[in-house]
């Protein structure tokens, strides 16, 4: 709590800063620093190999949490991090577990080319979910048994209503949300599998409703949304909340290459460090999840964005002991080519550049609900798995083929099916994905699997 008091003080007397002031300091100084540390992307790379380069951009993004400092939008202020309170956080880091029971689940710290696979979560992970399939999508991810825990959609209507943001409907819905997550896991028969999230939330006290042995337990990380190296007071609340109470929580930032923070790829991967370290200095989370998108297509897995996160992933994994997960936010829908594509291409690159978590991966750029599925997730991790024997210059070839391979569609990209068209379903007890969505995993499998060094085609 020391560092949360130390930090707030800031928040409240801090030097005045405008939210758009803010947004250009860090834009200004990411390009000056990428250029001071010799930072260069390369177009034809996407999982890069340079490990002094990865060393450059840690360097890079320690400078620029330091210099810039974090914007708190609550007070229009800025909170000034102290370089030594990072140097000092590197190397500090508590063992994580995460689910309850028999689904208890060990973290590993992993760290570039390591043959510990990475922890799979499935789920729409903030993904719009209808109330109808809610329930089913958060199923077909607890039954796949690649899956470690599941990371909830943001549920649309409460008994067919849409739900008003920041209002007393949406805490019924969030219980309602929380409570079918929780039996999708006795279903299945995986009881105290991890739940992360939840996502329907908008108000703090929806979030903290949920925080309870029954639904959320302090061994389910909770989300804590903050922005490009911004804060607000709901954001701080939660932390402390969660803090007080043992829980484990998860700091997700999603920053987009062509916003109005961030216009190089460069600059990318020195801000993405920048807010890991934001999240264990500041908001002492237990993980940090990035989730880098495009601005043109909303998408994660274009080559851009792939190459500045591989990049601040080793950076990452190199230099500091802290959880690092990835949110997969695919731009095409579920049960195309594409959508596997997508996912293949990025848990290559996270898995080899040494990412602990991976997370979902959804459709649709999650914004047409019921665009996510068990499946999805069983071949995020059976890819992860075979990607554990890749050198960094391997996996950098194999991305490359995938990535020719729905590269011109990141524009229009093809719209897929809704869940219940993915799967039969005749009761909770009994539902598989259709033979159609089977064959497409299958022949996407083998497709891959034939590119792997030392595999047969």
């Known amino acids: 709590m020391q560092n949360i008091y130390k930090y707030l003080k800031y928040a409240i007397g801090g030097e005045k800063r405008t939210e758009r002031e803010h947004d250009i300091k860090v834009f200004k100084k990411s390009e000056e620093l990428a250029l001071k540390y010799g ?19 840690f360097e890079a993004g320690i400078e620029l949490l330091h210099s810039v400092g974090i914007f708190c939008r ?20 508590n063992p994580l577990e995460i689910g309850r029971l ?105 979030y903290l409703l949920l925080s309870s042995g029954e639904l959320y337990s302090s061994a389910d990380p909770q989300e804590v949304y903050m922005d490009d190296l911004k804060i607000d007071y709901e954001t701080l609340s939660k932390c402390i909340f969660h803090q007080e109470h043992g829980n484990h929580y998860i700091s997700g930032q999603v920053p987009v290459f062509g916003g109005p ?13 920048a807010e890991t370290l934001q999240s264990k200095v500041l908001a002492h989370s237990s993980i940090h999840a990035s989730g880098a998108v495009h601005v043109d297509s909303g998408s994660s897995s274009t080559k851009e964005v792939m190459w500045a996160s591989n990049l601040s992933s080793l950076a990452i994994s190199r230099n500091m002991n802290y959880y690092t997960a990835r949110y997969y936010w695919n731009t095409a829908g579920i049960c195309t080519e594409m959508m596997f594509y997508e996912t293949a291409a990025q848990a290559i690159g996270d898995t080899v550049c040494g990412r602990d978590i991976l997370l979902g991966p959804v459709g649709a750029r999650g914004g047409v609900p019921d665009h996510s599925s068990g499946l999805e997730s069983r071949f995020m991790g059976e890819i992860s ?73």
């Open 385 to 457: 798995q075979m990607a554990t024997h890749l050198t960094l210059s391997e996996a950098n070839k194999l991305v490359a083929k995938i990535y020719a391979k729905y590269a011109d569609r990141l524009k229009s990209p093809p719209q897929g099916k809704p869940f219940e068209k993915c799967y039969n379903i005749r009761s909770e007890y009994d539902m598989e994905p259709t033979e159609e969505y089977l064959a497409l995993y299958r022949k996407i499998s083998y497709d891959i699997l034939g590119d792997f060094p030392g595999e047969p085609v």
């Open 39 to 57: 930072i260069e992307y390369d177009p034809r790379i996407f999982v890069p190999d340079d490990l002094e380069a990865a060393d450059s951009v």
């Open 74 to 93: 609550s007070t229009q202020r800025v909170i000034n991090i102290d370089e030594e309170d990072i140097l000092k956080a590197l190397n500090t880091t």
């Open 261 to 273: 923070c961030i216009g190089t790829p460069e600059g990318l991967a020195i801000v993405d460090v």
């Open 102 to 206: 028999k689904e208890k689940v060990i973290v590993a710290n992993r760290y570039p080319m390591v043959s510990i696979p990475p922890i799979i979560i499935g789920g729409p992970m903030g993904g719009s979910v209808s109330e109808k399939m809610f329930i089913y999508t958060n199923l077909s991810a607890a039954m796949e048994n690649v899956v470690q825990g599941i990371y909830s959609g943001a549920m649309k209507q409460f008994c067919g209503e849409y739900i008003q943001p920041k209002s007393p409907l949406e805490m019924l819905a969030v219980l309602k949300a929380a409570r079918n997550e929780r039996l999708a896991t006795k279903i299945a028969g995986r009881e105290g599998l991890a739940l992360m999230g939840p996502s329907t939330p908008t108000l703090p006290t929806s």
